[in-house]
């Protein structure tokens, strides 16, 4: 494991020696990455980078717009996602990269609670992730489901992880009861688009096997797209070999140039644990294109 800081922030990167592997980013409350790493590995789970951000403004920092406490005691959301956001695609993200020993094939976002909000608002705003899973996301937030619904992400997400604790939505909270019930209709919405998605439901409440949680949401994202053919931005490569951080990741306007590690197909799940939503039939797309070169398949461009 290695750490940098980045404005405040700090990132913990566990990496794999596997070349290529895919990296996943996991925002947190109180630095939970390596119980998460560690229980992922303990799950079997295919190799891949865990790169875990910590010390964030919670309540500013994973909330997309301002939200009045959610409860007695809490504190407010103000919205400063989109803020945070900047910070990890033009600073973040590249810097964690740069030091990885080989480009990663794709990336994925990951959060629990607010962070799993975030990790659904952060694919409407960039196209750096082709996945996400949000764990007990907090999909309760209010307008959340009708932004999801009604806006159009940056990129197609390969495949969506959503999962709760089966007592979660046993409130008489006004608000956070309704949490169930939004996770339901949000993962319906992308399945009913094609995408490849499941719910997951948990024993317990919201505070129950967190680690745990996210690495099943892990795990789930990483077997999935092991299923599909990937694809290397040649372009990716070069500046790679060169040392270099591909342009545009240092403004704002260039933050959806950041070129993207694969290109993945739809295809349907099959997940066994606990109860699951069934998938909507993906949408037939052509076949991928033969290539007439000696090149490696998995370095393809045309793959």
């Not at 865990?50 to 717009?65: E, G, Q």
């Not at 694919?123 to 307008?143: I, K, N, R």
């Not at 317990?204 to 299923?227: F, M, P, S, V």
Request: hydrophobic residues 40%.
């Amino acid at each position: 494991m290695h750490t940098f800081a980045a404005d405040g922030k700090i990132i913990s990167i566990f990496p794999s020696d596997e070349p290529g592997a895919p990296i996943l980013y996991l925002n947190t409350f109180a630095q939970e990455g390596q119980n998460v790493f560690k229980a992922a590995q303990a799950a079997g789970c295919p190799p891949f980078t865990l790169a875990a951000i910590s010390d964030l403004d919670w309540n500013h920092d994973m909330a997309p717009w301002d939200c009045p406490p959610a409860f007695k005691n809490a504190a407010p959301c103000t919205g400063g996602a989109e803020d945070y956001l900047g910070l990890l695609t033009e600073e973040i993200i590249p810097k964690a990269e740069r030091n990885l020993p080989s480009m990663p094939r794709w990336r994925g976002i990951v959060g629990y609670s607010l962070a799993g909000l975030f990790a659904l608002y952060s694919l409407y705003q960039t196209d750096l992730f082709s996945c996400a899973a949000s764990v007990s996301g907090s999909l309760w937030f209010p307008g959340i489901k009708e932004y999801l619904v009604s806006h159009k992400p940056k990129r197609r997400p390969d495949c969506l992880y959503f999962s709760l604790g089966e007592k979660e939505s046993k409130t008489r909270n006004p608000i956070l009861k309704n949490v169930r019930q939004n996770t339901e209709a949000i993962s319906a919405f992308y399945q009913s688009q094609g995408i490849h998605t499941v719910f997951h439901l948990n024993p317990g409440n919201h505070y129950d096997h967190a680690a745990e949680r996210t690495a099943a949401g892990i795990c789930w994202l990483l077997n999935q797209q092991a299923k599909t053919p990937l694809r290397v931005n040649l372009f990716q490569i070069l500046f790679l070999i060169r040392g270099a951080v591909p342009p545009g990741v240092h403004s704002k306007e260039g933050r959806g140039n950041f070129p993207r590690p694969i290109v993945c197909v739809s295809r349907p799940i099959h997940f066994t644990g606990g109860k699951t939503a069934a998938p909507a039939e993906p949408q037939q797309r052509k076949p991928a294109r033969q290539c007439k070169t000696a090149c490696p398949i998995a370095l393809c461009p045309v793959s």
